[in-house]
C-alpha cells in the first residue's frame, strides 16, 4: 500500500466506527435537551442552555441575511474532521456553495468555510482544545468561539500545520468585523447574551 492508500484506509475504517457509536447512541435513551458527539473517541452529551441558543441565532440570521435563505448553514449536525473519531456536531456550520452530501448521507468537512462553537461549562475545554486544532487541520478558514462566560469573542483565521495562525478576541457589545473573511459582514455582539 501507498502513503495515500493507507491514509484513506484509516479514514473509512474511522468513519465506520464512528457511524457504529452514532447508530448506537441514536438507540440509547439521551435525555431530551442533550446534545451528543465524539471528539477525539470520547463520547459527550452536553445539556443544551438558552443563552447558547440565543447567540447561534444571533450568528445564523446575519449569515441568512447576507446569503440568503438558502444558504447552506448547519447546526448540530454531525461532521467528521480530521483526527482520531472526531465526530463533531458544530453549533454553526456555514458550507461553501454547491456543497453535497458524499455518498453514505454525510457532509464533507471539506466544504465548511465557516465554524462557530458557542461555550458551555462542560464543552471549554473541547471547544478551545481538540476541536480547533481539528478545524484547523482541515483547513476552515474562519473559525468564531463566542464563550458567554468569559463575555468574549475569539475569532481564528489562517490555518496552517494544524493551527490557526491568527486570533482576534472582541468583548461582547462590540461589533466584530468579519468583512474580508468568507462570511463578508459585521456580526453585531451587543445581544450576545452572557452565562
Not at 452529551?45 to 443563552?51: A, L, N, V, W, Y
Not at 456550520?93 to 454525510?106: M, N, P
Amino acid at each position: 500500500m501507498t502513503v495515500l492508500e493507507d491514509r484513506t484506509a484509516m479514514a473509512d475504517a474511522s468513519t465506520q466506527r464512528l457511524d457504529e457509536w452514532f447508530e448506537r447512541l441514536e438507540r440509547m435513551p439521551v435525555p431530551e435537551g442533550f446534545r451528543v458527539e465524539i471528539v477525539g473517541g470520547t463520547v459527550h452529551m452536553t445539556p443544551q442552555r438558552g443563552t447558547r441558543w440565543g447567540i447561534i441565532r444571533r450568528i445564523v440570521r446575519p449569515i441568512e441575511d447576507r446569503f440568503g435563505m438558502d444558504v447552506a448553514v448547519l447546526s448540530d449536525v454531525r461532521i467528521d474532521f480530521p483526527g482520531h473519531e472526531n465526530g463533531f456536531c458544530p453549533d454553526v456550520a456555514k458550507l461553501r456553495d454547491g456543497a453535497e452530501q458524499d455518498e453514505t448521507g454525510h457532509w464533507r468537512h471539506q466544504d465548511v468555510e465557516f465554524v462557530a462553537e458557542v461555550v458551555s461549562q462542560g464543552t471549554a475545554a473541547n471547544d478551545y482544545g481538540p476541536k480547533k486544532l481539528a478545524y484547523a487541520t482541515a483547513e476552515v478558514p474562519l473559525h468564531l468561539i463566542a464563550d458567554p462566560y468569559q463575555g468574549r469573542c475569539h475569532v481564528f483565521t489562517h490555518p496552517k500545520d494544524g493551527d490557526y495562525t491568527t486570533e482576534t478576541r472582541v468583548v461582547f457589545g462590540e461589533d466584530l468585523d468579519l468583512t474580508g473573511t468568507v462570511l463578508d459582514l459585521t456580526l453585531p455582539t451587543a445581544g450576545f447574551p452572557r452565562a
